[in-house]
């Protein structure tokens, strides 16, 4: 993209929960010479926050194609927190794909995805328009994670068939996330498996395995960039605790599957445009282990992410996705994943940034 736009880029939904955060950590490391604003649907809260942080701002709701032509006319990335993205993404990818603005995003509606790509692939390839779904939490870590891994274990001159990616964590949980998830029950959208479901125990890390609640997103994003077959899990201390932790997962499948469910869940979890305290944000951590399989000596790489994982962890890989495009240094047009677009050049962003460090056993 050639052409000079008003703003470099812009933060749309960026008045809620992940928005405002989005909208902060921005604020506190943009270059001095970004031209960057903020987007959404309601004005009101639009100028409250415009006027916090001393940016201009467009009112653009998601289902208004020419208020969303107007923001992505005007400039050259549109980073979108408005979601369920079901509900509220199309016409946003429509029009940035049209108006030739780079677009990155935070959801894990894998369906979504796909249905994007399929209606608007082909004109974003011949538009030459950059799409990153998924940049946040889900699927930054694995994506970025995977293919360094994946580089290290070529650089000793192997191949492997299957890898794992292990996560410990701590956090909250956002209004978005619950109604992007009960979005996805209601719909009846089937989720796809994760690729090993079950408790196991992982010797190298002397720990038990159990179901990861985003690993199908996950894995379905390593996958779309190599050939090796990952797998995803948490971690727990113990057989107990893992059997403990995928019942209590099982449990909440099962309330999302029924509407009496579905309501006990709206009742009683975050609404739209809440999320955790300040406290349970600052926190929050992610450990994440990517291991050989099978493998007397196995290549460890662990990547430490400090903060809470649906806030701190997803606002800072959006937005570093964000500074990467702006400095036009996507590899991969259409629609790509963080690995394919951005790969080392955003992982050398996140560790400069302290975003993120890494451990590996072989050095
Ligand atoms: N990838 C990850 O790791 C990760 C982590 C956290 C969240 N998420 C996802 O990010 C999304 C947002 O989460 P959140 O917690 O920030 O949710 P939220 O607080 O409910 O924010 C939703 C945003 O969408 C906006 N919106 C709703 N209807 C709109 C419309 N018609 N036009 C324009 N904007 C509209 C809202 O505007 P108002 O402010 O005016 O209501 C708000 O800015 C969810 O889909 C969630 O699943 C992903």
Request: net charge negative; charged share 20%; aromatic share 8%.
């Amino acid at each position: 993209m050639t052409e000079i736009r008003q703003f470099d880029l812009i933060i749309h939904g960026a008045t809620g929960f992940t928005g405002r955060l989005a909208v902060r950590e921005l604020s506190r490391i943009a270059p001095p010479n970004l031209r960057w604003a903020i987007s959404g649907r309601n004005s009101e809260r639009l100028t409250a926050l415009a006027t916090e942080f001393d940016r201009e701002f467009l009112v653009a709701d998601s289902f208004s194609e020419s208020q969303l032509d107007e923001l992505t006319k005007s400039c050259s990335v549109v980073l979108s927190c408005a979601g369920p993205f079901a509900s509220f993404g199309e016409k946003l990818v429509a029009s940035c794909v049209k108006n030739k603005c780079n677009y990155a995003d935070l959801t894990g509606e894998s369906h979504w995805i796909e249905e994007m790509t399929a209606k608007y692939g082909a004109q974003a390839l011949a538009n030459e328009v950059t799409l990153i779904p998924s940049s946040g939490f889900d699927s930054v870590p694995a994506s970025l994670g995977a293919q360094e891994f994946l580089k290290r274990i070529a650089l000793d001159g192997r191949t492997i068939k299957s890898f794992g990616g292990y996560y410990s964590m701590r956090g909250g949980l956002n209004g978005g996330t619950l109604a992007s998830g009960l979005k996805l029950a209601e719909d009846k959208i089937a989720v796809p498996n994760a690729s090993r479901p079950g408790v196991f125990k992982v010797a190298a890390l002397n720990k038990y395995a159990t179901d990861f609640v985003m690993a199908p997103i996950n894995e379905r994003v390593v996958a779309l960039d190599c050939d090796v077959d990952y797998h995803e899990h948490l971690l727990t201390p113990n057989i107990f605790v893992a059997n403990l932790v995928r019942g209590y997962f099982g449990l909440l499948g099962w309330l999302m599957s029924c509407s009496v469910g579905r309501s006990v869940l709206r009742k009683l979890g975050p609404n739209p445009g809440e999320g955790p305290s300040a406290k349970i944000i600052a926190n929050g951590f992610v450990k994440h282990t990517f291991l050989e399989d099978e493998c007397d000596n196995p290549l460890r790489l662990t990547f430490t992410w400090p903060g809470d994982p649906g806030n701190t962890v997803t606002v800072r890989c959006l937005i570093h996705t964000g500074l990467a495009l702006v400095a036009s240094e996507s590899q991969a047009i259409g629609f790509t994943t963080p690995a394919a677009a951005l790969g080392n050049t955003l992982l050398q962003r996140l560790l400069d940034a302290e975003v993120c460090s890494y451990t590996c056993n072989s050095e």
